[in-house]
Every structure is written in structure tokens, then in C-alpha cells.
């Protein structure tokens, strides 16, 4: 609302208007210094705006506008459909004026000033959505394991209510109807439409109603938020299996099927999402340490997640002279970038971080992208990063038409985990051998158990391990090695009896590390596909595993993940549709001769 001040003009009257279910109207809460003014208050309070005049001309009387809004919340009815926040309103109200718009879709004959009651409508329904938005968007950012009583927790069970959710009865009874006479394309349209959530309609009418596009913003938090929830429920049911508390937590947070309701909740919403951050409707941006705005550069240095900035040099390193950064923008969030790249240009592929020092920007050949980072949780399955590098390839190539090489240098992540499960799983695997081949000598048979891992390294590899650290243990030797993010520095890792220095370690460990991680990348599989997240997302683009590169990155973070390890996937532009297709179809995965020589 917008105010002016009337001079001595008193109001003392308080008038309360119902309108469309909600109570909207004046209290007066305000006193100017020589005169009492009346404000009106439209749904949420906060939405409210005072000028800084008037804000140093009035003081509050009565009551305040926090205690006005609690007492507003706390006084709301309850109802049978579950959620009594301001939330849980707003929303129900949105979907029954979808209802309503529904049922009377056919102009009455009687209806007086048609065009300015659909006018009126229309400004109370963006009016209506947009305080949804803001409402949800002010909430604050909290783990689910503290929402007991919190708005959002209510606000996603009101979602997964049957009134909002697929109604299965519904479904049953229409395709009953169905059985008994022939099949028509209006028994189609209705049964789709029954399948089709509600929640579902409403989200779209609040996106195309929403001022602002804050129906956007909307729709990525909540997302997030589902997300987040529905991996705190799978925490508890894993800590269901080891103690009583966790059992009690997963019966008073989880239903019957209430996690693969959340999970169809969580794709729907991720279905929509897609279509809005679509290719053609992104901006691709280059930043700038001149041009681009400090709260972008700003929101860029602290998601950075490959290779965290050391310093404020080490920022305006990537953003100058032979480096790019480009991001991707979605017009509904013009200050948010949802992901951006890291590029260096070389005269070479890289083999380790440091080769990147080199870059330059004249007679570059190879255009180097070291890092690549998301954002935005609520978006996370949204096809960004493919869109972003092919868009910045695009770019490049215009910009300079030197460059014929595009590649990576990516790290290996979750690699030292995997290897330490492995290296456990392993001896477990030898002790159960001996355990039956102990237990068949007794019994006369000769039929040990064979474990899974029997291949994983090469007899003669397992002696060279034994051999540098003078232990039948080796793998486990070499797993407490690993744990310390600078055994390639110091000197104590050298765990040769007067065997040399550390340089002689990191040489020796060189053959089997590089197996390892070839293994890792090639054979390892999941339903099919690489168990690295990273491999699979540059392999699905329709890269290669060109070259495996050995102390590539000894930052903390590289030898605590990868033990140093890096690898360079290549983008050949002519091979890359056919190597994407071979993929999706045969899990089929290129590797060239700097992986499979390992």
C-alpha cells in the first residue's frame, strides 16, 4: 500500500471487508505526531512498504507488525485437509479459484460489468499467487530434522493430500466405467487428466499468474526442499536397521509409501523445471572482473566446488588474461547464475593443475574446461551442464578459430572412498577363503568359496606392494598411507626400512594407483553405467577418456578424493553425437590409449 498524509484528519473507524474467503481491510495501528491515520493491510503484512519518510514520522500504538501477523497465524482455523500455516492458506485459496474459474467458465447473461470483473480477477489472482511465492521464498532455510511444527513440513503433506495428490479411487472408477462399454477419446482425456495431480495444475497456474516470475523461484526451492527431505528419510530408514530411536523417527516421519509419493512429488516438479530451463530460453554470459556485478562475481567465488578459490588473486587469475568464465542465466533469476565453467586456453592438453599457469590466449590450440559447477540444488538432473559446455565450445570456436582441441581436466572424486571399500572388501573376501579352505581340508571336499575381487589385482602387484611396505598387509598398509592428504610430501610415509625417499614411494605406487583408477573408470559399473558421477556426465555428452594423469592435483582436497589423480576427457566435434548414441543405447564407453594402457 501506498500512504499519504491527511493532516488532523482522524480515523478511528476500523472496517473489516470479507472478499473471496479472506479478511482484508484497515487497522489502526499507526500514530503520526500530530495525527491518527488508518493503514490498510492486504493478506500478508509483510508485504506492506513504507517509505523512509513516513517511517521516521510514525511509531507504533497498539500493536506491532509482527505481533499482528503471529496472532494473525496463530487464530487461523484448522482444517481436515491438513496445514493451518499461511502457506497451506494461501494455496488451498489458489486451488479452489482454480475450481471456481472451472465451474463457471460460461458467462451469465446477467453478469453487470463483465470486463471489469474479469479484470479485478485477474489482478487479485496475480496479487493472490505472488504473495504465495514471496510468503514460501521468506521461510527460513532449515534441516529437516528440525521442522517439527514448521510450515513446510506442513505445506508438503498438504501437497501429498489426496485432495492435491493422484486419486487413485477416481482412476479405478473411471477405467471401470470404461470396461463396460467401448473405448472413447473422452474416456482417454479424463483418465489423463485424473492421473495428472493437482498440485500439479496449480503449480503451472501460479507460474503463469505469479508477478514477477516468482512462480520460478518458487517451484526451485521447493524442489530443493523435497530433495532434502527425502534424504533425510532415507538417512532414518538406514538408521532404522541399527537402533530403536531411529526405528521410532522413521514411524513418525515416514507412512505407508509416503517416500515414493515424495519421489513422484520430486520428479513432477523436476519434469517442469526442464521445460523452463530449456536451451533457448538461457543466457549465456561471459563474467568479468570489470564488467560483471560484484554479487555475481561474489555468488561465483563461494559455489565454486571443483577447486575452491585460494585467495582473491587466485579469482582474478581465472577471470583474466588466457581464462574464460561463462554462466548460464534464466530470465526469472537475472542475478542468480545457475551454473558456470572454467576455461583455460593452452597450446597443449594439460596434464596437471599446474599446467594451466601457460595459459594464453595467442596461438592457443586447446581449450581446457577445469572446472564446472551447479549452483542451485532444486535444479540438480536438469540438463544444464551439457547445454553450457556446447554453448561455450560454440562461442570459442568464433572467438578464436585456432583451437581444434576441446577437453577437460577433471578430477576423479569419490575415488579414495571406493578403493578404501574395496581394499576392506577385499580381505574380508581373503579371510573367508581361508575360512573354507580350512573348513573343506576338515570335510574332505575341495570346493572354497570364490570371492568377487579375486581379479582385482595382479598377484605380481601384490607383491610389489608387499615389497615396499615389508608387510603381508599391503593393501592395508597402502590404505593408511593414503589417508593422510600429504603422504607425496612427507617424509614419515616412507615406510621402506632406510628404502629410499619419498619421490621413490609416489614413483613405485605410480603402476598400481593408475590401475586402480583405470579400473575404477572403465570397469567398475552401476545398473550399466560408470560409477564415477563425473565420467558419466562428460561420457553421456559424448566425450572420451582420452589420458590418465598421475600427481595431476595435490591440493588437500585432490589427494584426500583422488590420491592426486586426474584425467583428461576429450571432445572430438565430429564424434561426439556418435559416441553419445552408443552410450545411451550400449553403455558403451571410449577410452583411448592414456587409459587403457593401464
Known sequence: ?????????????????KRSGRQQGTRRIWKCRNSSIAMPFTGNIGSAVLSA???????????????????????????????????CQLFREIGDRIELADRDRKPTANAPSESASNSMQRKSVASLTSEFCETYLSLPDKHPSSWENDPKQEFIDLLLNKKYDVNEESILSAMDNVHSRSLRTADILRIRGLCTPQYECIFHYILGSAQQDLGVAFLVKLRRDIRDVIHFRKFIQQK???????????????????????????????????????????????????????????????????????????????????????AFFHPALPNKPLVFVHVALLQEIPKSMSDLQYA?????????FYSITSTEPGLAGVELGNHLIKSVVHVLQNEYPTLTSFCTLSPIPKFNNWLEGKIVRYHEGLLKKQQSKQDSEDNGSDSPLRFMDDGFLHPSELQQLQSIFSSESSLLDL?????????HTSASTSTNKGEGSVSTLVGKLQPVLMKLAAYYLTIERHHGRPLCPVAKFHIRNGAEMYRLNYMADTSSKGMRNSCGLMINYRYLLDEIETNRVKYEINGDVVARDGVKCW
Open 1 to 17: 500500500p501506498f500512504f499519504r498524509r491527511y493532516g488532523s484528519i482522524m480515523a478511528r473507524s476500523v472496517s473489516v471487508v
Open 53 to 87: 519518510h513516513h517511517t521516521r514520522s510514525f511509531h507504533a500504538t497498539t500493536e506491532t507488525f509482527s505481533e499482528w501477523n503471529s496472532n494473525r497465524i496463530s487464530q487461523a482455523p484448522n482444517t481436515s485437509e491438513g496445514g493451518s500455516c499461511v502457506v
Open 240 to 326: 532404522e536397521k541399527h537402533d530403536e530411536e531411529g526405528k521410532q523417527q522413521s514411524k513418525d516421519l515416514t507412512g505407508p509409501n509416503h517416500l515414493i509419493k515424495l519421489q513422484t512429488l520430486e520428479r513432477n516438479i523436476k519434469t517442469i523445471l526442464t521445460s523452463l530451463f530449456r536451451p533457448g530460453v538461457l543466457n549465456l554470459q561471459r563474467i568479468t572482473y570489470q564488467e560483471t556485478p560484484a554479487s555475481i562475481i561474489e555468488q561465483i567465488a563461494f559455489k565454486e566446488a571443483v577447486h575452491p578459490l585460494q585467495s582473491l588473486q587466485d579469482l582474478r587469475t581465472r577471470l583474466g588474461p588466457g581464462r574464460r568464465c561463462f
Open 360 to 368: 594464453t590466449e595467442s596461438n592457443a590450440t586447446c581449450a581446457t
Open 479 to 487: 590404505l593408511e598411507t593414503l589417508k593422510s592428504p600429504t603422504w
